[in-house]
C-alpha cells in the first residue's frame, strides 16, 4: 500500500475547517455529544445547536439529572430524535456506572447506549489521543478510491477498519491527525458526486485515478425521501409536542390537517414505540 500518511497530514495542517470539536481543552464530553449530533447531519446545523446543548448541560451529569423532554425539546431540528433519548441514557449511565466521566476505553464506551464502534472509537481517538481507525462515510470514500480504486465505497465492512489500519502512523498523536485527515479529505475534496482530484494530496497515488476513474458502481442503501415520508410525519409531531406551552396536547388535535390519516396515526404509534412520545388518557405528551 502506498504512503497515503504523510501527504494526508500535511494536507490537514493546512486546510482543517476550525470546528469547535477540534479545538484544545474541548473535552470528551463535548466530542461525544458532538458524534452523536454528526449522525447524518451536515455540520453547519451542529455546531449552534451543540453550544447551547453543552451551555446547558455541560457535563453528563448535568444532562442525566434533566428530564427526557427537555433532552428531546433541545434536539429541536437535528432529525432522528431518537438519537437525544439514546443520548440522556448514555448520560445516565456515565453519570452512573463512571462517576460521571466519559469512559476512555472502546468495549466500555460501547457499553454506553446509542454508541457504536464509530462512535466509540472517535470519542477514544479525538477526546483521549489513543490510536485506533476511525471510519466514518468520508473516510471509506477516500479508501475505497485511493486504495481499493472504486468510485463508491460499499456498505460498512471489517476491510474498511483493517486498510485505516494499515494506513496509521505507529506515533500515537500522528495516527490522530491522519484519522481526522481521511475523513476531512472525504468532506471536503474527495465528495461523493463531485471530486476535486486535482486538490487532491493523493491524487499521485491513488488507484482510482490511475485506473482512470471507472464507475464500478454504487451498491448503498439509498435513504428515501423526505417529503412525503412517515419521517416527516413524526417530525410534524414531535414539533407540536416541543412547542406545547402545557405538558401534553390532546391526541386528536396533533397534525390533525395531516393529509393522511393513516400516516399521521402510525407516526404518532411508531413514536410511542420509540419512547419518544407518552400517550395518556387521551393525551400526547414528550417523555418524562
Not at 451529569?61 to 432529525?79: I, K, M
Not at 409536542?241 to 396536547?249: F, S
Request: glycine residues 6%; charged residues 30%.
Amino acid at each position: 500500500m502506498p504512503d497515503l500518511a504523510a501527504p494526508l497530514a500535511a494536507w490537514y495542517r493546512d486546510n482543517a475547517r476550525d470546528l469547535p470539536w477540534r479545538r484544545e481543552g474541548f473535552g470528551a464530553w463535548g466530542t461525544l455529544v458532538s458524534e452523536f449530533m454528526l449522525q447524518q447531519t451536515p455540520v453547519a446545523r451542529v455546531i449552534p445547536l451543540l453550544e447551547a446543548w453543552l451551555t446547558r448541560w455541560p457535563t453528563p451529569a448535568d444532562l442525566a439529572d434533566a428530564a427526557p423532554a427537555d433532552a428531546v425539546r433541545q434536539w429541536a431540528n437535528l432529525g432522528y430524535p431518537r438519537r437525544a433519548l439514546w443520548l440522556h441514557r448514555a448520560a445516565v449511565e456515565i453519570r452512573d456506572r463512571h462517576d460521571g466521566d466519559v469512559p476512555r476505553d472502546v468495549d466500555a464506551l460501547l457499553a454506553l447506549t446509542g454508541i457504536g464502534d464509530y462512535t466509540a472509537r472517535a470519542v477514544a481517538v479525538f477526546a483521549y489521543g489513543d490510536r485506533h481507525p476511525v471510519v466514518d462515510t468520508n473516510t471509506r470514500r477516500v479508501l475505497a478510491r485511493a486504495v481499493r480504486g472504486r468510485s463508491q465505497p460499499g456498505p460498512a465492512a471489517k476491510r474498511d477498519l483493517d486498510d485505516m489500519t494499515a494506513i496509521l502512523p505507529e506515533d500515537v498523536d500522528e495516527s490522530t491527525v491522519v484519522n481526522a485527515a481521511a475523513m476531512e479529505l472525504g468532506a471536503l475534496v474527495c465528495t461523493a458526486r463531485s471530486p476535486r482530484c486535482e486538490a487532491c494530496p493523493l491524487a499521485d497515488r491513488c488507484a482510482w485515478r490511475a485506473a482512470g476513474y471507472p464507475d464500478t458502481g454504487d451498491t448503498r442503501t439509498k435513504q428515501a425521501r423526505y417529503e412525503g415520508s412517515d419521517r416527516q410525519a413524526r417530525g410534524a409531531v414531535l414539533k407540536v409536542l416541543r412547542a406545547a406551552t402545557t405538558h401534553d396536547v390532546a391526541a386528536d388535535e396533533v397534525i390533525a390537517d395531516w393529509p393522511d390519516r393513516a400516516q399521521r396515526d402510525r407516526a404518532i404509534d411508531s413514536l410511542v414505540v420509540d419512547g419518544l412520545v407518552e400517550a395518556v388518557d387521551g393525551r400526547l405528551r414528550l417523555p418524562r
